[in-house]
């Protein structure tokens, strides 16, 4: 970020520096398609995990406050 922002604020009449040039592709390994699977899986079953846990939490203050509902009636 701080190269960033000295090119950004550098003389226009400065010369700029040369780029690396990006690695050479390589080629596409099987198991690493796998393991993509696996880990959006993962993230998928970690949404339900959490969704389920909010609902769970839900209807714990729903139940309470039913309960205080009812000993404030009895």
Not at 17 to 39: E, F, G, N
């Amino acid at each position: 970020m701080l190269y960033s922002l000295m090119m950004f604020l550098a003389p226009a009449a400065s010369q700029g520096q040369a780029t690396m040039s990006s690695p050479p592709p390589t080629a596409a390994r099987p198991w690493l398609r796998q393991v993509r699977s696996a880990i959006s899986w993962k993230f998928a079953a970690n949404v339900l995990a959490n969704a389920l846990g909010f609902l769970a939490l839900l209807a714990g203050c729903w139940g309470v406050l039913r309960l205080m509902e009812a000993l404030l009636k009895f």
